[in-house]
């Protein structure tokens, strides 16, 4: 046991981010949740506009439609959160993290678009519960759906279709073991 005082240790390195970092953080920060607020809201306008009219009115039931709802918040936040995301990586890096590339983003944005289907589709396929439930469980049942439906995606192995790097490598995999 050591007998030396708090003023005689050595203090630890300490990375400090200057004002204007965290200031530019802040705004970013402030960006991303604004467009992922405003997403949710056009998709579920977009999506009561469809569900109304035409295109999807013979297809939802009158009780399935805040299922489509809770859909259109899951997509339009989702893109709305990672498409400025992509966008800030693609014009920020260090040694660590680099640029992502015109390619790589692209890859991404059309994973997130994909999930974004999928997303509807669930929403979708939970909607004709409307049929046979009340709408306030089917309004329950859409959340659950909607929020555990990217558990199947998480358990494919993207590594394995050449999409490791769209979806990042997860920690203890085979791939970023290899890569150490």
Do not use: C, Y
């Not at 805040?66 to 997509?75: D, Q």
């Not at 999928?118 to 309004?139: E, K």
């Not at 999409?163 to 997860?170: A, D, H, I, Q, T």
Request: glycine content about 14%; cysteine-free; charged content about 15%.
């Amino acid at each position: 046991m050591s007998a030396e005082s708090g003023a005689e240790r050595p203090e630890a390195q300490r990375s400090q981010r200057p004002f204007a970092g965290n200031v530019a953080f802040g705004a970013g920060m402030l960006l991303v949740l604004a467009t992922a607020t405003l997403g949710a809201f056009a998709a579920v306008a977009l999506l009561g506009r469809a569900v109304d009219t035409a295109p999807l009115s013979g297809l939802v039931p009158d009780d399935g439609h805040n299922a489509l709802v809770v859909g259109g918040i899951a997509v339009g936040g989702l893109t709305g959160l990672m498409l400025p995301v992509i966008l800030f990586g693609m014009v920020r890096g260090n040694e660590d993290t680099p640029r992502v590339g015109p390619g790589a983003a692209a890859r991404k944005v059309l994973a997130v678009l994909v999930f974004g289907v999928w997303l509807l589709v669930v929403a979708l396929l939970v909607a004709q519960l409307g049929w046979f439930l009340p709408a306030q469980a089917t309004t329950v049942v859409a959340v659950f759906a909607v929020g555990f439906s990217w558990m199947p995606l998480a358990m494919v192995p993207w590594e394995r279709f050449g999409l490791g790097e769209v979806f990042g490598k997860r920690r203890g995999s085979a791939a970023s073991r290899q890569a150490e």
